[in-house]
């Protein structure tokens, strides 16, 4: 499912005020997968630069239960460009996770330059369980995580939407809007060619924009 650009906007401010908001916003607007996201940490975020590290992803084996993973190809190692307002949003993130690790509330007064998260702090940790204390290194569980911004999407009017399809609207945004395909694919981590199938596919955008511009040379030549 493609989301057009009225209805993913309507979407991410529906998730404002839920604990997903942050995770949702990233999945929209950087196009990386579901299990990227859960294993991003403070460290993969270069504010100066306004981008993100994808060096790791989330994984769920019934052996060693959630872990971190290695990406399945070169491709999947990448850097990501943010949007000044999505960067804004991680620091304010971030900011949360600092007072919480200072022991401060919010709208306290403090220099937070001076509180330190521990080594492999995670963006988007599990959420602590009643009378349990904050983790900033456990891994969210994919699954749960996806059962729960389906469970919010629904109620919010978007039925039948799974996470993972914020990655094949941000693709299909890009490429309708002009992006050149390895751009695009360089951003997802994917195989240009397995993103063109998928595409192709997903919108006919393309081939109504290639019309209006074989119209315009052809312009008086056929009359």
Known sequence: MVLEEDRLQALVRGFKASALFPIVAVAAFTG??????????????????????????????????????????????????????LLALLVAEREKHLRIM??????????????????????????????????????????????????????????????????????????????SVPAVAARCGHDPAVMLRSYAKRTRKADTAIVDVIGAISKGALQ
């Not at 084996?61 to 999947?76: A, C, I, M, Q, V």
């Not at 919010?152 to 799974?162: D, I, P, R, S, T």
Request: glycine content about 10%; aromatic content about 6%.
């Open 32 to 85: 990386a997968r579901r299990n990227e996201i859960l294993a991003l940490r403070w460290d993969d975020l270069d504010v100066g630069k306004k981008n993100l590290r994808i060096e790791r992803a989330a994984e769920h084996t019934d052996k060693y239960g959630l872990r971190f993973k290695d990406p399945k190809t070169e491709r999947g190692t990448r850097t990501i460009a943010i949007d000044a307002d």
């Open 102 to 179: 200072a022991g401060v509330p919010d709208g306290a007064a403090v220099d937070l330059s001076l509180v330190k998260l521990p080594a492999g702090a995670l963006m988007f940790p599990n959420p602590p369980e009643p009378g349990e204390s904050f983790s900033f290194t456990k891994l969210r569980n994919p699954r749960n995580t996806t059962k729960a911004f389906v469970r919010k999407a629904k109620g919010l009017g978007f039925a039948g939407l799974q996470l993972k399809d914020l990655r094949g609207t941000h693709e299909t945004h890009l490429l309708d809007k002009g992006m």
